[in-house]
């Protein structure tokens, strides 16, 4: 039995002629608005203005594309970024002003007189050799 695989599975279908019916809603209720201030406004000059930024924002909502992707979807973005909680991981902070009181002087007095020992090449082959030779031994009996 063959089965028939869906094909531009992606592509929305036309249903109003040239429109799909995402593209239809927003251009009808971009109309619907636009009528509806102008009714408010009662006034054709006055309402001008508002009715075009009504019809161009439900222009671009039906057909402009940023990268590929829908209008919409770049403004739920916006709204999210603009309106949502901000992670600033770079924040300078101000230094405290350096500490003059005794205290500071003694922690540094005890820094300086903290002397780390200096290895030898010949103690520090010594050293690797026993750490090799443990290991070895070491290894031999879970080997067993």
Known sequence: MRFQVPQFIEVEDKIFGPLTLKQFIYLAGGGGLAFAIYVF???????????????????????????????????????????????YIWRKQEKDQPQTTQAAVKAAKNYASVMVPKISDSKLKDLTWSLDIKESIYSNKNQK
Do not use: C, D, H, T
């Open 41 to 87: 406004i009662n006034n054709l000059f006055i309402s001008i203005i508002p009715i075009a930024a009504v019809l161009g924002l439900s222009a671009a909502l039906a057909f402009y594309k940023v990268n590929n992707k829908p209008f919409v979807e770049v403004m739920e973005s916006a709204f999210k970024y603009y309106f949502g909680n901000k992670l």
